[in-house]
């Protein structure tokens, strides 16, 4: 019988279904869609998001196929000013090996994350939409609409806003509208327009109001109100910047709101990534969040298969939910206010788990049950990130001062106490670091 069943192959689905495969867990992952994703939308990604996939092992990848974010260019009539950029600059450092929001196409997130799934053995299954499901006390059974029916001990959906699972489960969204504006994202091919600026018009009526370069491609992004596809985007184009569309290879449209569930968790039933919050696009925050839900949930999913603790599986919400609210209440502020500010705001390097009930000990040397674990250079010349990367606990073993239990999430658990916790599931390593 199945392990988990995932629903989704967007990253959310993609990083969970690699950590649960890492763990040697039986999975399935089924998409309603007939083949991946094939735009931009969720172009950056934060440096705690880069450390997640620097230990999955596919952060090269994700660093040469990215950009730093570019200035903007300001367009008023026949002028154009460089402007700022709403990216940092930040050389990286030991304990920042990521400083920078790197920006990278979503289609192409997905492929290397989907490369990483299948040399671990996974395969998505396309054509496969969810629609219906029924739990016990022993696990849940899923039917699709190829009319195959699926038994599995979990099920999670990954399957984006208008997640099918949610509904099935009676789940609500709860939040607003940010605004009343219907908004078009699109993928272009615009011949001779300066690649080295993201262009902004913000007065435009009959064209894009914004046009970002991206990188590995040809294309630029828009973004512009409907009124422009009601238009034509060629035409919208052709009159704002004088040059000619060739190709359009994606559209979709969206609002600016901020919505999220008030459960993670229904039985056997787990909402993660965009299924349970919502979010607008300024700040970069709605992919990143969504990976970090994954990258929480599978290391869980595993150990409780493992040990059969299943209680492990409630300080996902526990965890999660807060970080989520938290994150939605700045990317509306962000909207709201129009600020262009980023870096520590929206870079999640200082965010963690403080109220977890999995903490235990005392704060030492400015480090915390709950914290985010840094990087660092060790005595015998290694990264610590080199011994973070296998799927259990690891002991940071310090002569003069308390141990350290890092999660397999790389978050502290632990501060002082020599015999570990056992819910991690698999032996834990222990690394001496002075």
């Known amino acids: 019988m199945t392990q988990v069943l995932i629903v989704g192959a967007g990253p959310t689905g993609l990083v969970l279904g690699?950590?649960?495969?890492?763990?040697?867990?039986?999975?399935?992952?089924?998409?309603?869609?007939?083949?991946?994703?094939?735009?931009?939308?969720?172009?950056?990604?934060?440096?705690?998001t880069l450390e997640i996939f620097d230990l999955i092992g596919?952060?090269?990848?994700?660093?040469?196929?990215?950009?730093?974010?570019?200035?903007?260019?300001l367009h008023a009539g026949p002028l154009g000013l460089p402007l700022f950029s709403i990216g940092s600059r930040h050389q990286a450092t030991v304990d920042r090996p990521f400083p920078n929001m790197l920006m990278i196409?979503?289609?192409r997130t997905n492929e290397i994350l989907l490369t990483r799934f299948t040399e671990l053995g996974g395969r998505v299954e396309y054509d496969s939409a969810l629609v219906g499901i029924a739990q016990s006390p022993e696990g849940v059974t899923a039917e699709l609409a190829t009319g195959e029916t699926i038994k599995a001990d979990y099920i999670v959906g990954c399957d984006g806003g208008r997640s099918t699972l949610r509904s099935l489960l009676g789940v609500e969204m709860f939040g607003t509208s940010l605004d009343s504006k219907t908004m078009v994202v699109a993928d272009l091919e615009i011949e001779d327009l300066d690649r080295e600026f993201w262009h902004v018009w913000p007065l435009n009526r009959t064209g894009p109001a914004l046009l970002c370069p991206l990188p590995v491609s040809n294309l630029f992004q828009l973004a512009s109100s409907s009124r422009i596809a009601?238009?034509?985007?060629?035409?919208?184009?052709?009159?704002?910047?004088?040059?000619?569309?060739?190709?359009?290879?994606?559209?979709s449209e969206y609002r600016h709101q901020t919505r999220m569930v008030d459960r993670y968790r229904v039985g056997r039933a787990f909402?993660?990534?965009?299924?349970?919050?919502?979010?607008?696009?300024?700040?970069?925050?709605g992919l990143n969040t969504s990976v970090q839900d994954a990258w929480n949930l599978?290391?869980?999913?595993?150990?409780?298969i493992r040990t059969g603790d299943d209680g492990l599986l409630d300080t996902y919400q526990k965890e999660r939910l807060p970080i989520a609210a938290a994150m939605l209440k700045l990317t509306g502020a962000l909207h709201v206010n129009a600020s262009l500010k980023r870096g520590d705001l929206t870079n999640h390097l200082s965010l963690g788990y403080p109220d977890s009930p999995l903490n235990?000990?005392?704060?030492?040397?400015?480090?915390?049950?709950?914290?985010?674990?840094?990087?660092?250079?060790?005595?015998?010349?290694?990264?610590?990130?080199?011994?973070?990367?296998?799927?259990?606990?690891?002991?940071?073993?310090?002569?003069?001062?308390?141990?350290?239990?890092?999660?397999?999430?790389?978050?502290?658990?632990?501060?002082?106490?020599?015999?570990?916790?056992?819910?991690?599931?698999?032996?834990?390593?222990?690394?001496?670091?002075d």
Do not use: C
């Open 58 to 73: 596919v952060a090269e990848d994700m660093v040469a196929s990215s950009r730093l974010y570019p200035r903007f260019k």
């Open 230 to 251: 009601e238009a034509g985007l060629e035409a919208g184009v052709r009159r704002t910047t004088g040059q000619r569309v060739t190709r359009v290879a994606w559209q």
């Open 298 to 304: 599978g290391w869980k999913l595993a150990a409780s």
């Open 105 to 107: 196409p979503q289609w």
């Open 18 to 48: 690699i950590e649960l495969l890492r763990r040697g867990v039986e999975i399935r992952l089924v998409e309603k869609g007939s083949a991946a994703f094939e735009g931009s939308r969720g172009k950056g990604v934060q440096p705690r």
């Open 271 to 285: 909402l993660s990534g965009d299924a349970a919050h919502i979010h607008p696009p300024s700040g970069a925050q």
């Open 360 to 433: 235990v000990g005392e704060a030492d040397d400015g480090l915390a049950p709950g914290d985010r674990i840094a990087d660092r250079l060790l005595p015998d010349g290694s990264r610590l990130f080199d011994h973070l990367r296998h799927t259990g606990a690891t002991q940071l073993v310090r002569r003069n001062s308390p141990h350290i239990l890092i999660r397999p999430d790389a978050y502290v658990a632990e501060i002082g106490r020599r015999e570990v916790a056992s819910y991690f599931g698999e032996a834990v390593r222990k690394v001496e670091i």
